[in-house]
């Protein structure tokens, strides 16, 4: 059978996601409480690989086991009990035999949260701007990136995706009285950098060190080898991944 889990992280002490030679990553975790409650390994596939110090409010994976000794709607409370307090399993639910946490997903949502008035509580999920930003650019920014676009000038150079082309159906500012700005944005695909590098170089623009043609140029004329610039990772989580109706995971 297939299990998805729902899963929440605070990644700052995680070198990421996914399982390599450092053992700690949100992957690795889990799959080590895994084996605690099956008395075996088992490989978990998540939706998408977040990078070192990158958060998750909604993050889907999933893994296979003949059979479960615990109801599979309380799994996720046993594995609560082996992980530690910065990786919270927010439910379980048996899948489709086509389910797939990753290829299956259609829509990723992120939030990006700046502040222009430093909070020690939020240093770790939050990117202290010290400069003053115009809000107004970045909602035209933000109204140039929807729909489908090359995102090369938007992406690490290393990215071996032949396949550059996202389509963005959300991209949007809001400004909260706290001095948070938060931008929520949503597609069918990402890659590797994609949100922080857009985030970054906007703030350029917005704080006056760009002006915006630069951005458009970046958009219109793809290039792998722009230079942009890459906002730090603690502003950023993964809020939500969706699938279609016939999927989606019943939480």
Known sequence: MKIALLVQYEGSAYHGWQVQSDPETIQ??????????????????????????????????HFEVDTCNIPVENLWKALNRQLPDDIRLMASTKVHDDFHSRFAAK????????????????????????????????????EHIL?????????YAGTETENMVCNLTTASWEVHPSGVMSFTIAGNRFLHHMVRML?????????????????????????????????????????????????????
């Not at 075996?40 to 994976?61: F, M, P």
């Not at 729909?147 to 992406?155: A, K, Q, T």
């Open 28 to 61: 690795g975790h889990i799959e080590r409480a895994l084996k605690e409650i099956f008395g075996k390994q088992i490989g978990l596939i998540g939706s998408g690989r977040t990078d070192s110090g990158v958060h998750a409010l909604g993050q889907v994976a």
């Open 107 to 142: 829509r990723r949502q992120y939030l990006y949260q700046i502040t222009t008035i430093p909070n020690v509580l939020n240093r770790n999920t939050q990117w202290y701007v010290r400069y003053n930003l115009d809000i107004s650019k970045l909602d035209k920014l933000s």
């Open 147 to 155: 729909g489908e676009h090359d995102f090369s000038s938007f992406c």
């Open 199 to 251: 985030v970054g170089s906007m703030v350029e623009v917005a704080r006056g060190k760009w002006d915006m043609d630069h951005f458009l140029a970046l958009l219109d004329k793809p290039n792998r080898q722009s230079h942009v610039i890459t906002a730090p990772a603690n502003g950023l989580a993964l809020f939500q991944v969706s699938y279609s109706e016939a999927l989606q995971p019943e939480w």
